[in-house]
T-cell receptor
Framework: GAGVSQSPRYKVAKRGQDVALRCDPI?????LFWYQQALGQGPEFLTY????????KSGLPSDRFFAERPEGSVSTLKIQRTQQEDSAVYLC????????????FGSGTRLTVV | DQQVKQNSPSLSVQEGRISILNCDYT??????FLWYKKYPAEGPTFLIS?????DKNEDGRFTVFLNKSAKHLSLHIVPSQPGDSAVYFC?????????????FGTGTRLTIIP
């Protein structure tokens, strides 16, 4: 596609519910990133994929967070047993090898846990 | 530990004047610095970047200056236009085997006054 597509745009979950957030990267982009942006803060790194390999998951805040990209294109970020502190915008981005030229973000999924 | 800091949460500038957004960092190992622009309900959009081995990069109305000794960078927008009103994020990358993980500041909301 022309850009990075994320779905759903908005998600309201009851505390304790599991959620799955989807990211469709730009076709052919090898690298895929997930970021979490809390209100009033900058985006914070969660995890990084190169094709289907998850090479860095150091930013995942707990073992309730899980990400996958089984065929090296679409990625899913799953949050189990959601808690109120998980409320944030979850941003996905994809890139080729950019050498510092930035990558393309999707519009994000706003998750609200009530 | 905030490695990238934007100490001004907001800035208002008259249309046609110069806008100067500032950013400080603590990690001397960063390889690239980037500026992203974000409109409400959209993902961040890459604006301009600079390698750590340079001190200036210019692209149209946008210029980024890097002062490595002071661990400080700034984005200059001249002349400022109403469409420049947005939140601007400073970000930094430490290259690590293709993982271009971004470390973001907390953002500065720029308002251009017509």
């Amino acid at each position: 596609g022309a850009g990075v597509s994320q779905s759903p745009r908005y998600k309201v979950a009851k505390r304790g519910q599991d959620v799955a957030l989807r990211c469709d990267p730009i076709s052919g982009h090898v690298s895929l990133f997930w970021y979490q942006q809390a209100l009033g803060q900058g985006p914070e790194f969660l995890t990084y994929f190169q094709n289907e390999a998850q090479l860095d998951k150091s930013g995942l805040p707990s073992d309730r967070f899980f990400a996958e990209r089984p065929e090296g294109s679409v990625s899913t970020l799953k949050i189990q047993r959601t808690q109120q502190e998980d409320s944030a915008v979850y941003l996905c981005a994809s890139s080729l090898a950019l050498q510092g030229r930035g990558y393309t973000f999707g519009s994000g999924t706003r998750l609200t846990v009530v | 530990d905030q490695q990238v800091k934007q100490n001004s949460p907001s800035l208002s500038v008259q249309e046609g004047r110069i806008s100067i957004l500032n950013c400080d960092y603590t990690n001397s190992m960063f390889d690239y610095f980037l500026w992203y622009k974000k409109y409400p309900a959209e993902g961040p959009t890459f604006l301009i970047s600079i390698s750590s081995i340079k001190d200036k990069n210019e692209d149209g109305r946008f210029t980024v200056f890097l002062n490595k000794s002071a661990k400080h960078l700034s984005l200059h927008i001249v002349p400022s236009q109403p469409g420049d009103s947005a939140v601007y994020f400073c970000a930094a990358i430490r290259m690590n085997f293709g993982n271009e993980k971004l470390t973001f500041g907390t953002g500065t909301r720029l308002t251009i006054i017509p």
